[in-house]
């Protein structure tokens, strides 16, 4: 039997609602309709936070995301709030940027909801893994280019005890590679790749701010990638795209007469 993404809210339930990149009009309808239902968003920093003040139902905001290098809700405290606001017989909505189980702890919370006998159930987004690289016109897949994608954090160097990427497998993958949280450590990252064999030839972007109109792109071969990010001052949150796919997007916004394509931002 199908279930649909869209059943009404229950008192006491928490759904974990991913809301897209950024762009309010990247939540799915699913999502949008269990907004407006919730007594109580938990909520991020990324996603369609936007849409939430203009909610007609006016719902309890509660805003655990992560400021870089300034104050942050611990990922326990987060499923207690979850918990408790389930357990006082609340409609939970755990709104996060992109899609909840794509590096979004969605699956701590689940297990911590289950654990503590409290209904959850999640209704999926719109990664930025995907969406973001998307929208500044690079297909993380084309045909008779590359088969297959590979999707990373970077959020810890490829040297860090903590790091379980393989990055030198990664190297000779032959697959698009799509970094999140990638920024502080591009150096030591692409410095390993190259290491591993991936030409420094090999077209690169980077996409900040992706679907918000603040969007910016960047593309460089890999060896000069970590310079450009740099030099323009690239902040989180940011797509790095590593491969071939990237330089469709090149190929497309050339000019005419063939020129060059540029470093940069466009
Ligand atoms: C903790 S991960 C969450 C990913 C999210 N769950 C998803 O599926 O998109 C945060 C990282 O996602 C990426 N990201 C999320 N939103 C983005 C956006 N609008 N533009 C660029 N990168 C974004 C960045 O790499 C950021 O550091």
């Known amino acids: 039997m199908t279930r649909s993404a ?16 950024g762009d309010p009009d990247l939540i799915t309808v699913a999502g949008l309709h269990a907004l407006e239902e919730a007594d ?18 006016k719902p309890e ?24 606001q389930a357990r ?8 996060k940027g992109g899609d909840a189980f794509v590096f979004g702890r ?14 959850v159930r999640v209704i999926p987004g719109v990664t930025s893994a995907v969406s973001v690289p998307a929208l500044a016109g690079v297909p993380v897949t084309h045909r008779s280019m590359v088969q297959g994608f ?25 697959t698009t590679l799509v970094l999140l949280m ?23 972007a980077v996409i900040s701010d992706g679907s918000l109109p603040g969007q910016e792109a960047f593309f460089a071969p890999l060896g000069r990638v970590a310079a450009t990010v740099a ?8 797509i790095v795209v590593i491969g071939e796919v990237t330089a469709l997007h090149l190929h497309s916004a050339q000019a005419s007469d063939g020129a060059a394509p540029q470093d940069g931002g466009q």
Not at 61 to 84: D, H, M, S, W, Y
Not at 150 to 174: C, E, I, K, Y
């Open 182 to 204: 990638a920024i502080k450590y591009l150096p030591q990252i692409t410095e390993r790749l190259l290491e591993s064999g991936l030409p420094a030839q090999t077209p690169t």
């Open 88 to 95: 006082a017989g609340r409609r939970v909505v755990r709104l």
């Open 231 to 238: 030099a323009q001052d690239v902040v989180p949150p940011a």
């Open 61 to 84: 905001l509660v805003n655990v995301g992560k400021v870089p290098r300034g104050p942050f809700t611990p990922q326990e405290r987060i499923n207690e709030i979850l918990i408790e």
């Open 40 to 57: 109580v968003i938990v909520h991020d920093r990324l996603g369609p936070v936007s849409v939430l003040h203009d909610l007609e139902s």
């Open 106 to 119: 969605g699956g701590e919370e689940w297990l911590a909801c289950a654990a503590a006998g409290v209904p």
């Open 150 to 174: 590979t999707v990373v954090s970077g959020h810890v160097p490829p040297d860090d005890p903590r790091s379980s990427v393989d990055w030198a497998a990664l190297a000779r993958a032959n």
């Open 6 to 21: 869209r059943q009404p809210l229950r008192p006491g339930e928490v759904v974990l609602v991913g809301g897209g990149p």
